[in-house]
């Protein structure tokens, strides 16, 4: 599996929603057809407990819930990766409990504590690994202040296999890149907009929240890419950026809001969004979605 995660990698990483049902709990079963929309699509990966599946709203029981149900729905088809991290022995905790029901690798959160050493840091990475059974890891890399001889001696920690880098600095990536191993793979963590100018640098492959509501376009921009013609990958992304403004909104706030509204117009009920996410989408934002929604053709057959 490690190579064929390599791979896949280089393509579209897809960050699934965790549903909520009309009291605000968990409901697993409503991710199910995301599931099958994003694979039969040909999204390569697909990460559970990843910060579009609100993470950092879910209790450690909801996030191991979460990813032992996703494995069930993928079965293997693609590799699932599952986000771990909060305090060491939250994600300890997790990294063990996704391994064994069948995550295929972990992506370590970069920790939002107030008090975070670069030498602390690699100690962090190396625990979750090692709780993880030492499966393949990515760092999800948000916060790029670190510095780069830092970056480079956490990809020099065994098992890491990539970075998720979700900061909007091109020539910093470049260089982290740049004194890093060789083997780590480099995938945009921006989404789609971001992708170009990643991929001028070096990155392969991007993460997506658009997989959820329209995998078929998020997998177009990837081909695009991938073949060189990043014209046709512009025109691609022109195509989808309403969506993306309006999940940048409120500070970033309206993200997982905006991926919720999309699935409910086309009839894929995944409720609410808790609280300090913005929701629901105002009035604006959301004649906004409907109107990219059915510009593109996706309200077609909505429920």
């Known amino acids: 599996m490690t190579d064929s995660l390599k791979t896949a990698l280089t393509g579209v990483s897809g960050i699934l929603v965790t549903p909520f049902d009309d009291c605000g709990n968990i409901a697993p079963e409503r991710q199910k057809p995301i599931v099958e929309r994003a694979i039969t699509a040909g999204v390569s990966v697909l990460t559970i407990n990843g910060n579009t599946g609100e993470f950092y709203g879910l209790t450690t029981d909801e996030a191991v819930a979460m990813v032992e149900a996703a494995s069930s729905y993928v079965a293997g088809r693609v590799p699932l990766v ?85 900061t909007p600095n091109p020539m910093n990536l470049k260089e982290a890149k740049g004194a890093s191993p060789d083997q780590v793979i480099w995938v945009g963590g921006l989404a789609e907009v971001w992708a170009p100018a990643f991929y001028a640098v070096g990155a392969r492959g ?46 970033g706030g309206a ?17 609410g ?26 309200l077609s057959g909505a429920g």
């Open 82 to 166: 599952a986000g771990v991290g909060r305090g060491i022995r939250d994600a300890c905790r997790l990294a063990k409990a996704s391994v064994e029901v069948g995550a295929n690798a972990l992506m370590v959160h970069q920790p939002p504590d107030p008090f975070v050493a670069p030498r602390g840091l690699v100690d962090y990475v190396k625990s979750v690994s090692e709780a993880g059974n030492n499966k393949p890891v990515i760092l999800y890399l948000r916060n790029d202040g670190i510095g780069t001889a830092a970056i480079a001696e956490l990809c020099s920690v065994p098992g890491v296999m990539g970075v998720k880098w979700a």
């Open 273 to 298: 969004v808790r609280p300090p996410a913005a929701y629901p989408l105002t009035c604006s934002q959301m004649k906004r979605m409907k109107a990219f929604m059915n510009d593109n053709g996706l």
């Open 206 to 251: 991007f993460t997506s929240g658009l997989i959820n509501v329209w995998p078929e376009r998020s997998v177009d921009i990837s081909n695009s890419l991938e073949s060189g013609d990043y014209a046709k990958a512009r025109d691609l992304i022109a195509g989808m950026q309403v969506f993306e403004d309006i999940r940048a909104e409120e500070q």
């Open 255 to 271: 993200n997982v809001s905006g991926v919720k509204a999309a699935l409910q117009l086309i009839g894929v009920d995944c409720g």
